[in-house]
């Protein structure tokens, strides 16, 4: 039988927020009970970890962070651990975001070295791949999606510790979307991959898409096979589009 998924939609603010946006985390909390097929996630910027995570306290919402380093203290200027992401309150951690592979140079080594940091500190860690648009158009999708999965995915992975999101580089703010049938393959692709490495568990590892999803287009990505989310940018900031994706799941 099929593993049972239970979507997520998360919202990766990226370096977008100050103390005054916890007006749209309250949206989000004030209509969460009324999503009731789908987790929901707030992943707000670093500074406003703690906050969030106290206000979203005993509410369905989940708050999360963007990055971790890989070690649990020491000198590094300016960097998060993942116990302290933790401490904050956070219950997961985005890693490998194609922003930090592209603009901080982070390899598939150090991806899962985050994804291990963000296990120890007891966070799930969401693990981000992705082809860029040259590797698309030279048909290497697929084959780059397997190098990231086997370089950033610790031994050890399971249902519960582990979110993979599909995100191609492309589509990332740009509006464009893969069709539904790329986003099919891609994630049939993972899907498979998962199940090979991580048997049971890895059917159970939830697959989130993301990738310039908006409510117009929430519901034709999301009914794609083993597509289990989003994993929202841009739309993330505004609570009623934001909620508009996760009405997918209505
Ligand atoms: O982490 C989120 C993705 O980078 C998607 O961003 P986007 O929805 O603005 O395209």
Known sequence: MAAERRPLVAGNWKMNGLKASIGELDAVIAAASGVGRCDLMVCPPATLVAAFAARAAGTPVAIGGQDCHAEMSGAFTGDIAAEMLADAGATAVIVGHSERRTYHEESDAEVRAKALAAWRAGLTAIVCIGETK???????????????????????????????????????????????????????????????????????????????????????????ANVDGALVGGASLKATDFLGIAGAYR
């Open 134 to 224: 040259d590797e698309r158009v030279a048909g290497k999708t697929l084959e780059v999606l397997g190098v990231q999965l086997a370089g950033s995915l610790p031994d050890g992975s399971t249902a519960t510790n582990l979110v993979v999101a599909y995100e191609p580089v492309w589509a990332i703010g740009t509006g464009l979307t893969p069709t539904a049938a790329d986003v099919a393959e891609a994630h049939g692709f993972i899907r498979d991959r998962l199940m090979a490495r991580f048997g049971a568990e890895g059917e159970g590892v939830r697959v989130l898409y993301g990738g310039s999803v908006k409510p117009s287009n929430a519901a034709e990505l999301m009914a794609v």
